[in-house]
Antibody, heavy 118, light 112 residues
Framework: QVQLVQSGTEVKKPGASVRVSCKTS????????ITWVRQAPGQGLEWMGW????????KYGQRLQGRVTMTTDTSTSTAYMELRSLKSDDTAVYYC???????????WGQGTLVNVSS | DIVMTQTPLSSPVTLGQPASISCRSS???????????LSWLQQRPGQPPRLLIY???NRFSGVPDRFSGSGAGTDFTLKISRVEAEDVGVYYC?????????FGGGTKVEIK
């Protein structure tokens, strides 16, 4: 069965960077894209960006452009999201999801809490 | 950016009764390939989101048939024919037609 398993909770200081991993299994990794979505406490969903696991092409949301980098490692079927210059309002749960052929977010990771606090 | 507007913000429903959520986009979601990339997700308390419906009306694998989607262009609806206790949560519409992809603000479904 398709699974996306994310890395654990991170606590960071303002100005630091964080890297969240998303290890996939149960399907051919390079056939689907991976998207990242975040959710601040008590808030709705914010799309962060997308990466093709086939060729590494990326699309990022403008709000995070310049601070976020998404990558994949096809040898381990893992996707990564790095966010730099963290601010307190980056505190959120970060999700990865597999993207289907109709831009639907089919399968989701369990979420990773990133807490940015001085 | 395409703005997705959901109504109502909250929907108290009696068990066994229907529920309906509306989603309106600021511009047409018809892609140049002729498809409309509008999906619906459910987020139960403390859980990650779960895909219910994609391309307006296609139920994802394992989704009960009490969930249905309809609409076209800029106006879309998610209907739950008979609400069950496990349907409590927040429902989001999402457009995948144009980058950046955008979500509606969410509709909370709760039991009266």
């Amino acid at each position: 069965q398709v699974q996306l398993v994310q890395s654990g909770t991170e606590v960071k200081k303002p100005g630091a960077s964080v890297r969240v991993s998303c290890k996939t299994s149960g399907y051919t990794f390079t056939r689907y894209g991976i998207t990242w979505v975040r959710q601040a406490p008590g808030q709705g969903l914010e799309w962060m960006g997308w990466i093709s696991a086939y060729n590494g092409d990326t699309k990022y949301g403008q709000r995070l452009q310049g601070r976020v980098t998404m990558t994949t490692d096809t040898s381990t079927s893992t996707a990564y999201m790095e966010l730099r210059s963290l601010k307190s309002d980056d505190t959120a749960v970060y999700y990865c999801a597999r993207v289907g052929t109709s831009q639907e977010f089919e399968y989701w990771g369990q979420g990773t809490l990133v807490n940015v606090s001085s | 950016d395409i703005v997705m507007t959901q109504t109502p913000l909250s929907s108290p429903v009696t068990l066994g009764q229907p529920a309906s959520i509306s989603c309106r986009s600021s511009q047409s979601l018809v892609h140049s390939d002729g498809n409309t990339y509008l999906s619906w997700l459910q987020q139960r308390p403390g859980q990650p989101p779960r895909l219910l419906i994609y391309k307006i009306s296609n139920r994802f694998s394992g989704v009960p048939d009490r969930f249905s989607g309809s609409g076209a262009g800029t106006d879309f609806t998610l209907k739950i024919s008979r609400v069950e206790a496990e349907d409590v949560g927040v429902y989001y519409c999402m457009q995948g037609t144009q980058f950046p992809l955008t979500f509606g603000g969410g509709t909370k479904v709760e039991i009266k």
